[in-house]
């Protein structure tokens, strides 16, 4: 079975335009989470959508949005880019979106701000 | 106090030896927790979840929970150099928060 997948794998853009990072989950699986992770550090929770809705939100400005396709697909946006918002982006799919439900994580999108 | 929280390290273990990688949690965390490793420019990959206090064993891996010291542990055993990557640790708080990470070195 095809794991999560993420497109692009780089992206580069410059301060001020936006992005959007885009997630397949595993097959059956109906939660997909956004993370992002600077380096040295540990993946920062920035939402979680379950069956088209949201679950949860992170600490993270309103320039991040998201949303989850009937087919359990989600795109990350990003608005008004900044230089800090250079980072791994990494998407997680689970079964569900519960407190055991084990998250699996896609390879990741690397984006530059310039 | 931070949620979930990790030493940076770097920890450096003879190949072979047993790697001991240790997690805090704070009261803001529930029952489940899990141990993610990470290679260098790669994505997190899961080793193992717990989510009872005691141990849980996986080939050469040993999750360890004690919920009264708030604490979770990751033995690696016959550690290899392939070993050597971040290790993440993560709880749920209403969502999934996870420690800095540790990195790991297995020296041969």
């Known amino acids: ?114 | 106090q931070k949620e979930v929280e990790q030493n940076s390290g770097p920890l450096s273990v003879p190949e072979g030896a047993i790697a001991s990688l240790n997690c805090t949690y704070s009261d803001r965390v529930s029952q489940s927790f899990f141990w993610y490793r990470q290679y260098s420019g790669k994505s997190p990959e899961l080793i193992m979840s717990i989510y009872s206090n005691g141990d849980k064993e996986d080939g050469r891996f040993t999750a360890q929970l004690n919920k009264a010291s708030q604490y979770v542990s990751l033995l690696i055993r016959d550690s290899q150099p392939s070993d050597s990557a971040t290790y993440l640790c993560a709880a749920w708080a209403q969502k999934l928060v996870f420690g800095q990470g540790t990195r790991l070195t297995i020296n041969p």
């Open chain 1, 1 to 114: 079975d095809a794991g999560v997948t993420q497109s692009p794998t780089h992206l580069i853009k410059t301060r001020g335009q936006q992005v959007t990072l885009r997630c397949s989950p595993i097959s059956g699986h109906k939660s997909v989470s956004w993370y992002q992770q600077v380096l040295g550090q540990g993946p920062q929770f920035i939402f979680q959508y379950y069956e088209k809705e949201e679950r949860g939100r992170g600490n993270f400005p309103d320039r991040f949005s998201a949303r989850q396709f009937p087919n359990y697909s989600s795109e990350l946006n990003v608005n008004a880019l900044l230089l800090g918002d250079s980072a791994l982006y990494l998407c997680a799919s689970s079964l569900q979106s519960g407190p055991s439900d084990t998250q699996y994580f896609g390879p990741g999108t690397r984006l530059t701000v310039l």
